[in-house]
């Protein structure tokens, strides 16, 4: 009975083969065999595809892959493929592209159907043997695109992406079964995505963790390398290693990967590709700015590194490209870069004689009189000269203010403290405040409070330590200020319970055993406030002394 079993089978497998014309016998050979996984290696599922371009283009259906992290690709003969990137995907007709790297790509012939006529969905052979099936009705959406319902015997939703062909051996569509509804949608209409730079953050393909290519467009290429930021960093290294590939020219990729190296620690390779991007690109002043500009920033401390920064970045290296970069192609952020590395080497008049001439050219900057005041004050320029260019740089900020014009408010309100001017100092550091609405530290906080003190605005003063209290809520020096400042608003107790807080934060801080004396003897604890003023004076404060005198 077994061996009757078997040799039906064999003869069925005959019969289909014989019954399959030659043109379809030759489409499995374009066919792919997608597995994906999720980022702990769990297998999600096993999807067919399709080529549909020499250049490794194919196509699937898109649901198998929402929520991959990555994809394993085969080939009709079984041999590994590499999966590239997505080309797009819609999950309305459910349809993706994407591309993968193969040693031999045999892309399919796009085609159509008329109701009524046969066709075949062809899987890799992995997953089974092709099916016959007939066209039901041809329809059409946006347009020029088909839709076809199908009948299609013995298929399964596990073909679904899997290739429809006519008897030309053409595709007309991916498969797709849901239910007892089967259909294939034009192939056409997956082969017309097209990625832009915005691809990047679509969030169709978002929901796939896998890596978005980029245009073929320069500008989009350029937006898209921006934005590939927020994915994952490996696929965001291989996005920028496309982007050197295809425009070797541009400056963008080899600044990206720059970055990318530094932030890994590689700051060798991160040199290696600043003097690659002054040899390959077009724009040779551009190229020697950003050169100039990351040196720069790392040896001021703008731009953190691991490790030591390579031996040939100084100032002086600096200095030099940036002057290359405006022989080339002289340009105000050139010259302006070309001033802040002068300042930065301590050669204040002459990079105040360069600021001077960028505050007459366009555009005016505030960042500009800033660096002036700066300037100014190095070279020990009075009050009043330096307090007129910080009034000048917020004078050129553009109206209404935004967050850009903070820190000129800071500085002109630090710059109204140094010269005893304490409430016009108040509204600079307000308005500052606000503009960095939940992004300030509590050192801040501590810097305004000591400002507001030398004011005699002793209110604000403690609303302002405490917030810093909170903001640090283990930096004991807080603590001890507020202890402080409520004794001289006569609020011995609450003086008293800052304190102790800080004695629970370091039992060794002299200052918290002096403070919580002092607030004990105005409670009428008097012993115990002795004994904590002496323990304080033994611990080393140097205050506790006098306090002592006073009580005796």
Same mark, same amino acid.
């Given at each position: 009975?077994?061996?009757?079993?078997?040799?039906?089978?064999?003869?069925?497998?005959?019969?289909?083969?014989?019954?399959?014309?030659?043109?379809?016998?030759?489409? =499995?050979?374009?066919?792919?065999?997608?597995?994906?996984?999720?980022?702990?290696?769990?297998? +999600?599922?096993?999807?067919?595809?399709?080529?549909?371009?020499?250049?490794?283009?194919?196509?699937?259906?898109?649901?198998?892959?929402?929520?991959?992290?990555?994809?394993?690709?085969?080939?009709?003969?079984?041999?590994?493929?590499?999966?590239?990137?997505?080309?797009?995907?819609?999950?309305?007709?459910?349809?993706?592209?994407?591309?993968?790297?193969?040693?031999?790509?045999?892309?399919?012939?796009?085609?159509?159907?008329?109701?009524?006529?046969?066709?075949?969905?062809?899987? &890799?052979?992995?997953?089974?043997?092709?099916?016959?099936?007939?066209?039901? =009705?041809?329809?059409?959406?946006?347009?020029?695109?088909?839709?076809?319902?199908?009948?299609?015997?013995?298929?399964?939703?596990?073909?679904?992406?899997?290739?429809?062909?006519?008897?030309?051996?053409?595709?007309?569509?991916?498969?797709?079964?849901?239910?007892?509804?089967?259909?294939?949608?034009?192939?056409?209409?997956? *082969?017309?995505?097209?990625?832009?730079?915005?691809?990047?953050?679509?969030?169709?393909?978002?929901?796939?963790?896998?890596?978005?290519?980029?245009?073929?467009?320069? *500008?989009?290429?350029?937006?898209?390398?921006?934005?590939?930021?927020?994915?994952?960093?490996?696929?965001?290294?291989?996005?920028? *290693?496309?982007?050197?590939?295809?425009?070797?020219?541009?400056?963008?990729?080899?600044?990206?990967?720059?970055?990318?190296?530094?932030?890994?620690?590689?700051?060798?390779?991160?040199?290696?590709?600043?003097?690659?991007?002054?040899?390959?690109?077009?724009?040779?002043?551009?190229?020697?700015?950003?050169?100039?500009?990351?040196?720069?920033?790392?040896?001021?401390?703008?731009?953190?590194?691991?490790?030591?920064?390579?031996?040939?970045?100084?100032?002086?290296?600096?200095?030099?490209?940036?002057?290359?970069?405006?022989?080339?192609?002289?340009?105000?952020?050139?010259?302006?870069?070309?001033?802040?590395?002068?300042?930065?080497?301590?050669?204040?008049?002459?990079?105040?004689?360069?600021?001077?001439?960028?505050? +007459?050219?366009? &555009?005016?900057?505030?960042?500009?009189?800033?660096?002036?005041?700066?300037?100014?004050?190095?070279?020990?320029?009075?009050?009043?000269? =330096?307090?007129?260019?910080?009034?000048?740089?917020?004078?050129?900020?553009?109206?209404?203010?935004?967050?850009?014009?903070?820190?000129?408010?800071?500085?002109?309100?630090?710059?109204?403290?140094?010269?005893?001017?304490?409430?016009?100092?108040?509204?600079?550091?307000?308005?500052?405040?606000?503009?960095?609405?939940?992004?300030?530290?509590?050192?801040?906080?501590?810097?305004?409070?000591?400002?507001?003190?030398?004011?005699?605005?002793?209110?604000?003063?403690?609303?302002?330590?405490?917030?810093?209290?909170?903001?640090?809520?283990?930096? =004991?020096?807080?603590?001890?200020?507020?202890?402080?400042?409520?004794?001289?608003?006569?609020?011995?107790?609450?003086?008293?319970?800052?304190?102790?807080?800080?004695?629970?934060?370091?039992?060794?801080?002299?200052?918290?055993?002096?403070?919580?004396?002092?607030?004990?003897?105005?409670?009428?604890?008097?012993?115990?406030?002795?004994?904590?003023?002496?323990?304080?004076?033994?611990?080393?404060?140097?205050?506790?002394?006098?306090?002592?005198?006073?009580?005796?």
């Amino acid at each position: 009975m077994r061996k009757n079993s078997l040799i039906g089978c064999l003869l069925l497998w005959a019969s289909m083969a014989m019954a399959q014309p030659a043109a379809e016998k030759n489409v =499995v050979n374009s066919t792919l065999t997608l597995t994906t996984y999720t980022a702990d290696g769990t297998q +999600r599922g096993v999807v067919p595809a399709v080529f549909i371009g020499s250049d490794g283009v194919a196509v699937s259906a898109w649901k198998p892959f929402e929520g991959t992290d990555s994809v394993g690709v085969k080939d009709y003969s079984g041999a590994a493929c590499a999966f590239q990137a997505l080309l797009g995907a819609d999950d309305i007709y459910d349809l993706t592209k994407f591309s993968v790297s193969a040693a031999k790509v045999q892309p399919l012939s796009l085609g159509k159907a008329a109701a009524g006529e046969e066709v075949w969905v062809v899987p &890799p052979k992995q997953l089974g043997a092709p099916v016959k099936g007939k066209v039901k =009705v041809a329809d059409h959406f946006n347009t020029s695109y088909n839709y076809y319902q199908l009948y299609v015997g013995g298929a399964s939703e596990k073909l679904n992406g899997a290739a429809v062909v006519n008897l030309k051996g053409e595709l007309i569509g991916l498969f797709s079964q849901s239910g007892k509804q089967q259909s294939a949608t034009d192939a056409a209409y997956a *082969r017309d995505f097209v990625v832009t730079g915005l691809s990047q953050n679509n969030p169709v393909m978002r929901r796939a963790r896998l890596r978005i290519a980029l245009p073929e467009s320069e *500008r989009e290429a350029v937006v898209a390398l921006l934005l590939s930021n927020s994915q994952k960093p490996s696929d965001h290294a291989a996005t920028i *290693r496309e982007f050197i590939r295809k425009f070797p020219h541009l400056t963008d990729g080899y600044y990206a990967m720059t970055m990318l190296a530094l932030g890994k620690g590689d700051n060798a390779e991160a040199d290696r590709m600043l003097q690659e991007s002054v040899a390959q690109a077009s724009k040779k002043g551009e190229a020697h700015f950003n050169y100039a500009n990351v040196i720069y920033l790392v040896l001021t401390g703008q731009q953190s590194i691991q490790g030591d920064a390579p031996a040939t970045w100084t100032l002086d290296k600096a200095l030099s490209e940036v002057q290359q970069a405006n022989a080339a192609d002289p340009q105000f952020i050139y010259q302006h870069l070309m001033a802040q590395i002068i300042y930065a080497q301590a050669h204040y008049a002459d990079a105040l004689t360069l600021f001077e001439s960028l505050a +007459r050219m366009e &555009p005016r900057l505030p960042e500009t009189y800033l660096e002036m005041a700066q300037c100014k004050e190095q070279l020990g320029a009075d009050n009043a000269e =330096v307090l007129a260019l910080l009034e000048k740089s917020v004078e050129v900020c553009d109206t209404p203010y935004t967050a850009t014009s903070a820190p000129y408010f800071y500085a002109r309100g630090l710059q109204y403290a140094k010269m005893g001017e304490y409430r016009k100092a108040m509204v600079d550091l307000l308005r500052y405040e606000y503009f960095n609405q939940g992004r300030l530290g509590a050192d801040f906080y501590y810097q305004r409070e000591q400002i507001e003190l030398q004011g005699k605005l002793y209110q604000q003063a403690l609303g302002d330590i405490l917030t810093a209290c909170r903001l640090a809520p283990e930096e =004991v020096e807080y603590h001890a200020e507020a202890g402080s400042l409520y004794l001289r608003v006569n609020r011995p107790q609450d003086a008293a319970e800052a304190a102790k807080y800080c004695i629970k934060i370091n039992p060794d801080y002299a200052d918290g055993y002096l403070i919580l004396g002092i607030a004990q003897t105005q409670l009428d604890q008097k012993a115990d406030g002795i004994a904590n003023i002496e323990k304080a004076k033994a611990m080393g404060n140097t205050q506790a002394d006098s306090f002592l005198k006073k009580l005796k």
